[in-house]
């Protein structure tokens, strides 16, 4: 009795060895699938590479970043209801930043010490894009990133 194979590209171990004893079916239903494979990519689409001027990578040098020491956090630090807004850092932001921390998790001396290091470090919040700042120019110079011209 003669096994029914779906015949593909690629067949199954089992399906081959029904072939080699000839005793696949080799009829085809609607319902077998066909595989076909195609190459990658075609020859007229293949990428060559390119001679171009690469930038000099002395002119690419950074310079070390000396982190200054952070002054000691306080001992005694103002209360929350002591908290002056500044421009930067007013009493909707820092609300924003309160909620984000799960209920119970800080203690309110702990509080009040997270709202004293945000007002001592405001510049390093952001609350809009024009908040933002850049890497320093003496650290980071500008890259040069080279660019090739189209030749078809």
């Known amino acids: 009795m003669p096994v029914h194979c779906q015949v593909k590209s690629v067949p199954s171990l089992g399906c081959t060895l029904h072939m080699l004893m000839g005793t696949c079916d080799y009829s085809l239903d609607d319902s077998d699938i066909f595989d076909t494979r195609t190459k990658y990519k075609t020859v007229d689409r293949k990428v060559c590479p390119v001679p171009s001027y690469m930038p000099d990578e002395s002119n690419q040098m950074f310079q070390p970043v000396t982190i200054p020491q952070l002054p000691p956090l306080s001992l005694n630090p103002p209360l929350l209801e ?12 820092l609300d924003v930043i309160l909620a984000s921390v799960p209920e119970g998790f800080l203690q309110p001396r702990e509080i009040d010490l997270l709202v004293d290091i945000l007002q001592t470090r ?3 919040l952001a609350f809009v894009d024009s908040e933002c700042g850049t890497f320093s120019d003496e650290f980071y110079p500008d890259y040069e990133i080279s660019v090739i011209e189209h030749t078809p």
């Open 82 to 93: 002591n908290f002056v807004p500044t421009e930067r850092l007013t009493h909707e932001h």
């Open 122 to 124: 405001e510049l390093g």
